[in-house]
């Protein structure tokens, strides 16, 4: 985000309108990473609601280490929720064959 549009409310109006898009498309998990040093960009995760399940070491250009972060999305009202868990090498209950950022369609 640019300096000047920091604090401006616009990234949580893209976040809102991204995951409210993800949300009636299906999706019932975001996942993210962020450099562990990037203060700003884990606050305001952290706000959205989004929380920290793991780290990936040495995962930027720079060898720094990223934190990555999940948030649960609702249904939209009146669909059924089935929530789906991304596999990602990071997370406890991995299988290893990577990220699923797509819903689960039966």
Do not use: H
């Amino acid at each position: 985000m640019a300096a000047e549009c920091r604090r401006s409310g616009l990234g949580t109006k893209l976040t809102v309108a991204a995951e409210n898009a993800l949300a009636v498309r299906g999706v019932r998990e975001v996942e993210l990473e962020t450099a562990i040093d990037n203060a700003a960009g884990i606050a305001f995760w952290t706000s959205r609601g989004y929380r920290t399940v793991g780290t990936i070491p040495r995962y930027y250009l720079n060898r720094v280490d990223a934190l990555c972060m999940t948030k649960f999305l609702p249904a939209p009202y009146g669909q059924l929720q089935n929530p789906s868990r991304g596999n990602c090498p990071w997370r406890e209950d991995s299988t290893g064959d990577g990220c699923n950022f797509l819903p689960n369609v039966a």
